[in-house]
């Protein structure tokens, strides 16, 4: 799949706020460029660089504020744009137009062969738990002995195994998934979650994400792994605005898991109670630490009892039972 590369730009004031606007369209990422943030740096107010190459000074410090997304070049993608389109000229229009700035829109198109490709150096095989072992599809190194192979390829998508908040959950699986259990992935990214839970002896699961090439991404990496397709399922779609998709994925998980950011989760709580039977076990990640707090309350008021809560690298992950 191809993609387009879709800049923003916009004043300083309103990177924020121009942020949220695009999560309430879809968009999950973003990559924010402020010169400030540069300035900061050479100021000695945030970090410490040992070396600067020639010219890169002028390089960070030129243009102004922006916003870029990555929008597939697929159906999904083509709905996307319309509404990223629509909203601009919304805000070109609207009482604050002036405190948005120039709202210029510039796109670049991207190969996903040449994306992927740049940062495939850097994902090596790696264990995780007691009998875990996730590796790259394109890497034929022999698996450690008492270890099962979790062969993943996530293009675009989110799920490596190399973040902290993947491999909490991970980890969570192991000490939760029971031979027979039904699984229910909010969120999949690229499978990950969902196709540990089946070699760890899940004996179906469901994988959902808003994004297309996600749910298509959690497909194929499945079925690299050997996984059964009558009992690995994907779907598209947003169970926070589609009453009917709640309803087609229906009720009695053993386990439920999502690892999203900390706002939808909270937003999502009533339906986590729905999806799971009692005595299921939800775990959540995604959560930095500054919002577990939040997270917590939230799930508690749903009467969910906290089992155990894990930290990494300033993220938590959470395990709750029902």
Not at 22 to 38: E, H, R
Not at 131 to 151: F, S
Not at 243 to 267: F, H, M, P
Request: glycine share 8%.
């Amino acid at each position: 799949m191809n993609w387009l590369e879709v800049t923003i730009e916009t004043a300083k004031p309103m990177l924020d706020i121009l942020c949220a606007m695009l999560t309430d369209l879809g968009f999950k990422g973003f990559s924010v460029y402020d010169p400030d943030d540069f300035e900061d740096l050479m100021a000695g107010r945030v970090g410490h660089w040992d070396y600067l190459e020639e010219g890169l000074t002028e390089q960070l410090t030129q243009g102004n504020p922006s916003v870029t997304v990555y929008v597939p070049e697929n159906a999904q993608g083509a709905e996307q744009m319309t509404a990223v389109k629509t909203l601009l000229a919304q805000l070109k229009n609207g009482a604050q137009a002036a405190e948005f700035g120039s709202l210029n829109m510039t796109m670049k198109g991207i190969r996903e062969e040449d994306w992927a490709n740049n940062w495939k150096q850097y994902f090596k095989p790696l264990p995780i738990g007691k009998r875990l072992w996730i590796t790259p599809t394109w890497v034929d190194e022999p698996v450690p002995a008492g270890r099962t192979a979790l062969r993943i390829d996530p293009g675009s998508s989110f799920g490596t195994g190399q973040h902290d908040t993947t491999k909490l959950c991970l980890t969570f699986l192991e000490e939760c998934v029971q031979d027979g259990a039904h699984v229910l992935d909010i969120g999949c990214g690229s499978g990950i979650l969902s196709i540990g839970a089946m070699l760890l002896g899940a004996k179906d699961a469901t994988a959902i994400d808003i994004e297309q090439n996600a749910a298509e991404s959690a497909a194929e990496n499945a079925q690299t792994n050997g996984i059964d397709p009558a009992k690995y399922q994907t779907i598209c779609g947003n169970i926070l605005e589609d009453e009917a998709l709640v309803q087609r994925l229906g009720t009695g998980y053993d386990v439920v898991c999502a690892n999203i950011v900390a706002d939808i989760l909270i937003a999502m709580r009533t339906l986590f109670v729905h999806f799971m039977k009692d005595g299921a076990k939800l775990m959540l990640s995604g959560i930095i630490d500054e919002r577990l707090d939040e997270v917590l309350v939230a799930m508690q008021e749903e009467h969910l009892s906290v089992l155990t809560v894990e930290h990494s690298a300033g993220w938590a992950a959470v395990l709750l039972e029902k």
